[in-house]
């Protein structure tokens, strides 16, 4: 069974610039995450969908992201437009349920720098 | 003030060496505890997850537990080995309004040297 996963795996853009990052969770997945690490910081929730909705966006840090999920498969997460700050790993994540002690998937992460 | 803290921030073991890994949380209300393994430049692979009821769970070398009382656990790995070197992350997550969100500490990186 495939993984989470994420494409790119890496990008660098220049300030200003827009970037797409596309998440595909697993298969049957109705919960996806987006996550995000700068250097030497802890991973920060951004947003969870539950299926096309979006269940929680309290972590979104600006209006320069958006996320959507058309058809409750895959996510893309928008960066528009790039700031320096923006720089980090964006991780995707799934899960089956939001039950107590289910698992959270991880995929590999998006690789952003902005320069 | 991070509301997940681990300790140490880095260490260094020879292999075949035991070590342990602690956790700190202030996160409230608690719903589960979380340890996953990341190596490097890759995603977070889950390790353990134990709810309030569960004070030990071991997954083969890894052995996670929980104090839910103190608000502690801690990760041992047993008879360390090369490919435990990872950064070791510690996830507390929180039910709140319906959602279970997610507090991550920073991270445990273990080298593990022969």
């Known amino acids: 069974e495939a993984g989470v996963t994420q494409f790119p795996s890496h990008s660098v853009i220049e300030k200003g610039q827009t970037v797409t990052l596309r998440c595909d969770p697993i298969s049957g997945h109705d919960n996806l995450y987006w996550y995000r690490r700068v250097m030497g910081k802890e991973i920060k929730f951004l947003l969870h969908f539950v299926k096309e909705s979006k269940q929680d966006e309290s972590g979104m840090p600006n209006n320069r992201f958006l996320a959507e999920r058309t058809g409750g498969t895959y996510s893309t997460l928008k960066v528009q437009p790039a700031e320096l700050e923006d720089s980090g790993v964006y991780f995707c994540?799934?899960?089956?349920?939001?039950?107590?002690?289910?698992?959270?998937?991880f995929g590999e992460g998006s690789w952003l720098t902005v320069v | 003030k991070n509301q997940v803290e681990q300790s140490p921030q880095s260490l260094i073991i020879l292999e075949g060496k035991n070590c342990t890994l602690q956790c700190n949380y202030t996160v409230s209300p608690f719903s589960n505890l979380r340890w996953y393994k990341q190596d490097t430049g890759r995603g977070p692979v889950s390790l353990t997850i134990m709810t309030f009821s569960e004070n030990t769970k071991s997954n083969g070398r890894y052995t996670a537990t929980l104090d839910a009382d103190t608000k502690q656990s801690s990760l041992h790995i047993t008879a360390s080995q090369l490919s435990d070197s990872a950064s070791y992350i510690c996830?507390?997550?929180?039910?709140?309004?319906?959602?279970?969100?997610?507090?991550f500490g920073k991270g445990n990186q273990v080298v593990v040297i022969p």
């Open positions: 996830v507390v997550s929180a039910s709140r309004d319906g959602n279970n969100r997610l507090a």
């Open positions: 994540a799934s899960s089956l349920d939001r039950e107590r002690g289910n698992t959270i998937y």
